[in-house]
């Protein structure tokens, strides 16, 4: 079966935040690029970027995902940090997709 790129962008555009969020880091988040020749394997991850108009330069959130069960149109609405990064995701308990740590409160 073959599938047109308006396809795919049509389904993945249909999924709810929460939806694609989970499909990416479940299916696409260990993709490689770049890799090093040392060996070190470099990831994609999913981020936020919220334009401020009374800053110069946006705010930025990695998108996280969530242990158990939320609803599929739940709202991105807890802030953490990890790694250094702001961090979003629809529940409080969520999981940083750069080191695999529990997020901590912002």
């Not at 249909?14 to 990831?43: C, M, V």
Request: proline share 7%.
């Amino acid at each position: 079966m073959f599938l047109y790129d308006e396809d795919v962008a049509a389904w993945l555009n249909a999924l709810t935040d929460k939806e694609f969020i989970e499909f990416f880091y479940k299916h696409l988040a260990s993709r490689r690029i770049n890799d090093d020749p040392q060996g070190i394997h470099n990831r994609l991850a999913l981020a936020e970027i919220i334009p401020h108009t009374n800053r110069r330069q946006p705010l930025v959130h990695m998108l996280c995902t969530s242990p158990g069960d939320s609803p599929a149109d739940a709202p991105i609405k807890w802030l953490g940090q990890c790694c250094g990064f702001l961090t979003g995701s629809w529940q409080r308990s969520a999981t940083c997709p750069a080191c695999g740590a529990a997020v901590r409160d912002a």
